[in-house]
């Protein structure tokens, strides 16, 4: 299991090289200039001599990552719950969840930040709305998904509403839980950057945008790295704590091979 684990590790590694080589040797074949594409040396350098200013800027980030992100487990897996278990809920509240999500968060963003103003609130909402959804489908699926012969069988054997959750539905839908948790953090690490776009003097996002305006495309390459550790670092957090939660499903997955 160890080298198994191992290999997971190694095989992303060696292939962000291959691509940081491939990158580097189609900047110097095609001649391509620094200010379209710059060569990964130079971002190497920013992140160098950045350090510490993309260090502190990563910080109201991720703070409005985990904020969105903790809203959106605590409000999308009771709603979820819900969903699973009553259809007049499902009906009533299952089409307004697809249809905020045609909604482009870009969009109303700037609204968040007039009424709440350019704190961290704003960023906060805007990763909830991104991370929320992904929670809710894939709970409700993950509750539906109990076998309801194992339920027919507890309920013959006299257990309760509370006991059959707590020793079946729950177990059966974790997997589940956690693999929306990974999708989810994810997306508010863009729901925040995504904040920080519209109205913010800090954060990575501030950083892109500034980079942006003068066009210091080392820099914006510099933050979209950091940004990219940010995201992979949650992530790799959410299934460390799968793999001690679940510890059947997580080997389940090893023995058939999967991530």
């Given at each position: 299991m160890k080298r198994m684990m191992s290999s997971n590790w190694v095989r992303p590694i060696v292939l962000v090289f291959i691509v940081l080589v491939?990158?580097?040797l189609a900047v110097r074949l095609f001649k391509i200039p620094a200010y379209l594409i710059p060569p990964p040396l130079e971002v190497l350098h920013q992140l160098v001599t950045q350090w510490k200013m993309l260090l502190g800027e990563s910080l109201p980030t991720i703070y409005a990552t985990m904020g969105g992100f903790a809203l959106s487990v605590i409000i999308g897996v009771p709603i979820a719950m819900l969903i699973a278990y009553s259809r007049t809920v499902e009906s009533y509240v299952?089409?307004?969840?697809?249809?905020?999500?045609?909604?482009?968060?870009?969009a109303i963003a700037p609204l968040f930040v007039v009424w709440f103003g350019f704190g961290i609130v704003p960023k906060i909402i805007v990763a909830?709305?991104?991370?929320?959804?992904?929670i809710v489908v894939a709970t409700v699926m993950g509750?539906?998904?109990v076998e309801a012969d194992?339920?027919?069988?507890?309920?013959?054997?006299?257990?309760?509403?509370?006991?059959?959750?707590?020793k079946i539905s729950l177990p059966q839908a974790l997997p589940s839980i956690f693999s929306s948790m990974k999708v989810?953090?994810?997306?508010?690490?863009?729901?925040?950057?995504?904040?920080?776009?519209?109205?913010a003097n800090s954060g990575i996002g501030y950083v892109l945008q500034r980079a942006n305006g003068s066009f210091d495309l080392p820099l914006m390459f510099a933050a979209l790295v950091v940004l990219s550790l940010i995201g992979v670092l949650?992530?790799?957090?959410?299934?460390?704590v799968e793999r001690y939660t679940i510890p059947w499903h997580a080997s389940q997955r090893n023995v058939q091979g999967g991530p």
């Open positions: 491939l990158w580097d299952y089409p307004l969840l697809v249809f905020s999500q045609s909604i482009p968060k870009v909830f709305l991104l991370g929320f959804f992904p509750f539906k998904s194992m339920v027919d069988l507890a309920r013959s054997m006299g257990s309760t509403r509370w006991k059959m959750f707590y989810s953090v994810t997306l508010a690490v863009v729901g925040a950057v995504v904040g920080e776009f519209v109205g949650l992530f790799g957090l959410i299934d460390l």
